[in-house]
Structures are given as structure tokens and as C-alpha cells.
């Protein structure tokens, strides 16, 4: 379904080219504000997620079913309004830059909203509880490593920060070396086949959250001085 055009966020046209700019600067800003405010919510929200689900709290999926949602909804926006700014202003070089960047970091946080759904709804086929306390401290410290890289990326995002995503490459991938020995431990300690995969899923929905992360400060460097960085193995 479109979504439907917001003048807010686009204002119309008015006269002259000062006033042309202005309009489209503060366009392309309120993209912006709207990337920043939803990656924002993953950010505050997923601790909250998290320590409900390791006391098998069931309130925390209402919340974050419908924090996905509104996260859903507002990269819909986004994206529906970057491609009219494309097409109506032709942006070039940094505009561009920023502009594309931020069509694909749509893609990145949308996932991240979903994840922070999955998390809360194994609460129903997982209880955390239940866990050797061994198990319980790592996944939690997975969770709160991957939650740090996540915030570092959109704080490096929204502070320009060209070069944190080599810092965060490594915060990555100590999060990579946690997912590896969550999975090892719980299979060295023969719990149920069905506790094993979904210990799995969580692992890797946090490992994920870490790469969306990374993906934030990727882009950032790309806007900032023009070059892709590759990072990971």
C-alpha cells in the first residue's frame, strides 16, 4: 500500500531559489530526524526487551510488537519520500550521498524493529528461567554487546562520525566470538533439542542487531567522504 504524502515532511514549492533550497535542505533534514528517531527506539527499547524476556515477562511483546509496527510504518514514509526528493530535486554529490544512504538504512532498521519482535515473542517458546545461570549470563551479555554496537552506529550516524566504523568492526566481531561460544556452551551442556534452537535464533537475532549497527557507520563514512569501507572476515 502508498503511503500517502505528508506536506509536512515534503514542503510545496514556493518562489525563488533560495527558497527552493531551503525547502529541499529541510526535506532532506526531516528524512534524516525520521532514520535517527527510529533507530532511536530500537536503541531504548531493546534493553527493556530484553531484561523482561529473562524474567519470561510476556509485557514486553505487546510493546515490541507494536514498536515494529511504527518503526514498519516509518520507514515506509521514508522511503516513499526519498524517492520523490530524488526524483524532484536530482540531488548530487554529499545530498546524494546522504540521500541513498539513507533509502538503504531503511532497509537496516525496519529488520532491526523485527528483531527486536523476535526477541520478545520467544519468550513463549523459551524460558529463560529455566537456563543454566552460565547460559543465562552469556546471552545476556550477547544481548548487551550487540545492543552497544547497534547505538554506537546510529550515534555515529547522526554525528557524522566518518571513522567509528572501524571500532565498531571489532565491537562486531567480539559479538560474532559471544554468538560462537553461546551456541558451543548450550550444546556442550545438553539441554533440549528445542531450548538449542531457539538459543540459536537468539543468538543470531542479536549478532544481526550488531551488524545493523555496523551498517549505520558504514554509511556514514560513504556520506562523509565518498568511500565505501568493507568491513568483517
Not at 536530482?90 to 529488520?111: F, K, M, Q, T
Not at 546510529?154 to 562486531?172: K, S
Request: hydrophobic share 45%; proline share 4%.
Amino acid at each position: 500500500m502508498a503511503v500517502p504524502f505528508d506536506p509536512s515532511l515534503l514542503p510545496p514549492l514556493s518562489d525563488g531559489h533560495h527558497g527552493l533550497r531551503s525547502e529541499y535542505q529541510s526535506a532532506l533534514d526531516s528524512l534524516d530526524d525520521e532514520l535517527i528517531g527510529g533507530a532511536a527506539l530500537v536503541a531504548e527499547a531493546m534493553p527493556r526487551v530484553v531484561r523482561s524476556f529473562l524474567v519470561a515477562d510476556r509485557t514486553c511483546i505487546d510493546e515490541a510488537q507494536a514498536n515494529a509496527t511504527s518503526i514498519t510504518d516509518r520507514c515506509r514514509r521514508i522511503e516513499e519520500h526519498g524517492f520523490i526528493l530524488i526524483a524532484r530535486e536530482a540531488p548530487v554529490s554529499g545530498d546524494l550521498r546522504r540521500l541513498v544512504a539513507i533509502l538503504r538504512l531503511v532497509h537496516d532498521l525496519e529488520r532491526s524493529g523485527r528483531l527486536m519482535k523476535h526477541v520478545a515473542e520467544s519468550v513463549d517458546d523459551l524460558d529463560p528461567r529455566q537456563l543454566p545461570a552460565e547460559l543465562r549470563q552469556q546471552l545476556e551479555e550477547l544481548a548487551q554487546r550487540a545492543i552497544d554496537v547497534f547505538r554506537g552506529g546510529v550515534d555515529a550516524w547522526r554525528q557524522r562520525d566518518g571513522l567509528a566504523v572501524h571500532d565498531l568492526d571489532r565491537a562486531d566481531a567480539d559479538v560474532d566470538t559471544l554468538r560462537t561460544g553461546l551456541v558451543v556452551r548450550a550444546r556442550e551442556l545438553e539441554g533440549s533439542a528445542a531450548d538449542l534452537l531457539m538459543l540459536g535464533l537468539l543468538a543470531r537475532y542479536f549478532e544481526r542487531l550488531a551488524d545493523h549497527g555496523v551498517a549505520f557507520a558504514q554509511h556514514v563514512t560513504f556520506v562523509v567522504t565518498g568511500e565505501r569501507v568493507e568491513v568483517g572476515p
